[in-house]
Each structure stands twice: as C-alpha cells, then as structure tokens.
C-alpha cells in the first residue's frame, strides 16, 4: 500500500503538469496527499518542516542564478546580438541546420560549466529568431535545447563540471574524468540518434507546410530589435563566451581567495555570533552569478543603447519568468524531498536492489529514483547514499573499475530524471511559452535516448572491456 501511495502522487503530479496546471499550487497537494494517506498527523509536520524547507533552501540558493540568468537572456535579446548570431549561422550552416546550430551553442555553455536553467535563458532568444527565420516549428525548441543542454554534455561527456557528474565522485573516489571512452561513446550516441530523431521531426512539419507559427498567437516571444544596425556577430557572441570563462575562472578563484569557509561578524547587531559560510558548498553558485554578471555588463558595453531603450519592460519581463521558473523548481524540490521521507519510497529502493547485474541494477535504481524525484541530482544523491557501499562491493567482486559505476551513475541520473514534473522541463516550457501537449513529446523522445544510451554504455563495457 505504501508503494502504491508514492505512485499514485507521481501518477497525479506528471498529469496535472502535463494538463498545463501550476506545479507551484498541485506539488504540495501532491505531497501531502500522499501524506495524509501514509500517516496523517504528519502533514503539518511534513509540510512545514520538509516540504517549505527544502523549497526555500533552493530558492535561497539559485534564485539569484535564475534571476540573473533571465536578465542576461533578455539583454541579449534587445541587444539585437541574437539575431546578429542567428543570421550569421544561417550563412555559415543554412536554415536547414538550425537545430545542430542551437544544439550546438546549448552544448558549449553547459560544457563550459553554466547552469542548465541559466543556459535555457540564454539560448531561448537565439533559438526563437532563428527557428523564424528558418520557419521550423516553435514546438522543436525545447526538445532541441534539451538535446544540447540536458543529455551529453550534462553527464556523459568526461570532465564536464555539471553537478551530475561531480556527485559520483564524492562516493566512488573516482573523478570528473572517469570512464572517459565510455562516456564519449555515449555522448556521441546520443548526439546522432537525438539530432536524427529532431531532423525527422522537422522533415515531418515541412511535409506538412507547417511553419514556426504565427506570432500572435504565440507566448513569450523576443521582442524585435529595435536598433537600425546589427552587431557583428564576434561582438554578439563575446558576452557568452565571456560567461562560459568567467564562471571557470571564478570557480577556482573563488575558493583560492576565500578559503574552505569565511566568517563575518555583523556590524549592525550587538554582539552577534559571527556568520559562517561554507564557501566550498557555494563557490560554483557565486562563480556562475558573477559570470553572469559579467556578461550582462559587457552586452551593455557593446550595445548601451537599444538595450537602455526598453531595458525597465524588458527586465520587469524576465524578473517574472525568473520567479515562475524558480517556483517551479522549488516546488519540486519539495515534493521529491517528501516522497523520498515516506515508507513507500523504501520499498522502491529495496525492489531496485534486487536486480542481480551490478550495473544493470545501478542504473535502473539511480534512473528510476530521478524520475520519481522529478531531480537527476536528488534522485542520484539518494541513490547513492542509500547504496554506494553495496554498489562497491559489488564492484570489487565483478571485477569492475569504480569508474565505469561513476559513469553509468551519472549518465543514469539523466536519463527518466525529465519526466513532465521535473523542474527544469517546466522552467523550459516555462521560458519558451510552450505547453506540455504541444511540446513535451519531443522532451521526452530526446529522454527515451538518454536512457538508452545508458545500456549501450553499459553493454559496450561488457563487449568491449573499455573504460
């Protein structure tokens, strides 16, 4: 019965998000349904002490990353500089590579250790203008971004600095550099049946004369620049560039300069204990924003003036997508923080244990738990302090290098972690104006592959023997 509790509140989030209803109102109800079921008296408790305190611990940590990632997104629309990038990619690629073009640039960013939330900010006003004026569908988008931002360059690809592939290593001793063939060969998997699957799509909307839509009836569309002359194109792209080297630049600064942890003591009250922060729980969270701000300073260096223009609506605009698109996550984190605290979800990690192949039963238990925690990092770091130990000792008998478990782990984390409830497809949505009926079939085709590439990691190491 317990089990059956956690899945209907799974079953009940992923419909109500993919009817188009706010996860940021049906999350807690969700949550605490299930509660109610497993042990009312603990709804209060639960609500106040587990779900509002991991949704506000999230909001107090990435807000700011939201916030600053939605002004940067926008002053790199009314700067005109994306549509400087688009209609020089279109001469270099042509129209029809417009989606390898988006997958592209998504893949840089993430590569380059921006944020995925910051980089759907980012690349939005790029992939609109040039989607346009390649009259391809405004629906591929997200699937197109997801491909570049969510798939092989957040976990599959060695040395890549996204959280999913930094959490193994803290429980395998391993590094972000593990298992590096199997982790090429599995982005290299993913990039050609994911980038043949969307060329597909589009082949199929040519066919039918569908274009990118029409405007009006579209939501959160870029605003058209409004400058007489574009910039050139290696002036448009600086502000992501510097991003990208900015953030790595700051994440080894930052602990340099301030140590494993700083104290100050407030000047303003009397005798208060002194505040301790933990720099190295942070020092990637404070080198993103100062990266991100860095890149808003240089668009408005190159392009003072039509972004000064409409910069008040502009911002008022992004603020209230960074607010939603934050929310959203939030809520998430919350209800996967309750569902994980309920007796229904032991069941589910004791059934995963009993699946008898070592890296077989890995990547089912970590892929099953980020899909029903709606999070590739919870779902793992559940996973993994739950089963790390017997995930060794495995390892040890089999004769497997721990390595090839930090990759399966990692690229695992990103495979059913996007189902319809999880908060960066919605804050994807979110961004782009789309629905989950008009868009999210495609979300989840790109998922489908992620999760498959998996076993072919899995069975090329058996066939093979290469780490």
Known sequence: MAFVIVLAALCFLMYVAYRGHSVILFAPVAALGAVLLTDPSLVAPMFTGLFMDKMVGFLKLYFPVFLLGAVFGKVIELSGFSKSIVAATIRLFGASRAMLSIVAVCALLTYGGVSLFVVVFAVYPFAAELFRQSDIPKRLI????????????????????????????????????????LGTIGAVFILILGMS????????????GEGYGDPAALVNEPAPFAGSRLAHPAVAIAPL???????????????????????????VVGNAAPVVQEVSKVAAIWAVEGA????????????????????????????????????????????????????????????????????VNEAVTVTALAGITGSASGGMSIALAAMSETFIANAHA??????????????????????????????????????????????????????LAVFVVIGVFYGTGVV
């Not at 699957?197 to 039918?208: H, M, N, Q, T």
């Open 292 to 359: 991100l701000l860095l890149g808003i300073a240089c668009v408005l260096a190159f392009a003072w003036k039509p972004v000064t223009r409409s910069f008040a609506e502009g911002t008022r605009t992004a603020i209230g997508g960074a607010l939603l698109a934050s929310m959203n996550t939030a809520s998430e984190y919350g209800f996967g923080a309750v569902i994980a605290a309920l007796p229904g979800f032991l069941v589910v990690a004791n059934a995963l244990g009993a699946i008898p192949n070592p890296l």
């Open 197 to 208: 699957y969307l060329d597909w799509r589009r082949r199929v909307a040519l066919r039918k």
């Open 398 to 451: 089999a004769g497997i290098p721990l390595e090839v478990f930090h990759r399966v782990a990692a690229m695992a984390s990103g495979g059913m972690d996007t189902l319809p409830h999880n908060g960066a497809v919605i804050t994807l949505l979110a961004v782009t104006g789309l629905t989950h009926r008009q868009a999210y079939k495609d979300v989840f085709a790109i998922t489908l592959i992620k999760t």
């Open 142 to 181: 997200p699937g197109t971004i997801a491909l570049g931002a969510f798939t092989f360059t957040m976990d599959a690809l060695p040395g890549t600095p996204q959280i999913q592939n930094i959490i193994p290593a803290a429980f395998f001793g391993t590094n972000a550099w593990a298992a590096p063939w």
């Open 241 to 267: 560039l510097l991003v990208g080297v900015a953030n790595k630049l700051l994440t080894d600064a930052i602990p340099a300069f301030y140590g494993s942890s700083h104290a100050f003591a407030p000047a």
